[in-house]
């Protein structure tokens, strides 16, 4: 099976920062893609931020300037760091990887269980 938990949420003032980290463990063979997504209250969650095998990163326009995805592939852990933060990125925000099972290559796609993210003076 895979895991992935995250960390790093919390309250943070306008203009902070904030970083936010998902540790992926388990029968990992390979990760093809990960991705932040975000679920802020009554919204639909929205993809923030996605790295895929490579290095090529996608970023909601929302975002754009603000945050920044990276990986550590050796750790196979995500990051995402969040500068200029405003009430609106007031969210749960949820780790996403997708690839390839070790032992039976099958393909896999989870979620975290997700890390709240406060914006708030």
């Known amino acids: 099976q895979v895991q992935l938990v995250e960390s790093g949420g919390g309250l943070v003032q306008p203009g902070g920062s904030l970083r936010l980290s998902c540790a992926a463990s388990g029968s990992i063979f390979r990760i093809n893609a990960m991705g932040w997504y975000r679920q802020g209250p009554g919204k639909e969650r929205e993809l923030v931020a996605s790295?895929?095998?490579?290095?090529?990163?996608n970023y909601a326009n929302s975002v754009k300037g603000r945050f920044t995805i990276s990986r550590d592939n050796a750790e196979n852990t995500l990051y995402l760091q969040m500068n200029s933060l405003k009430p609106e990125d007031t969210a749960v925000y949820y780790c996403?990887?997708?690839?390839?099972?070790?032992?039976?290559?099958?393909?896999?796609?989870?979620w975290g269980q997700g890390t709240l993210v406060t914006v708030s003076s």
């Open positions: 996403n990887a997708e690839g390839i099972i070790v032992t039976t290559r099958e393909y896999f796609k989870r």
């Open positions: 790295i895929i095998s490579g290095g090529v990163t």
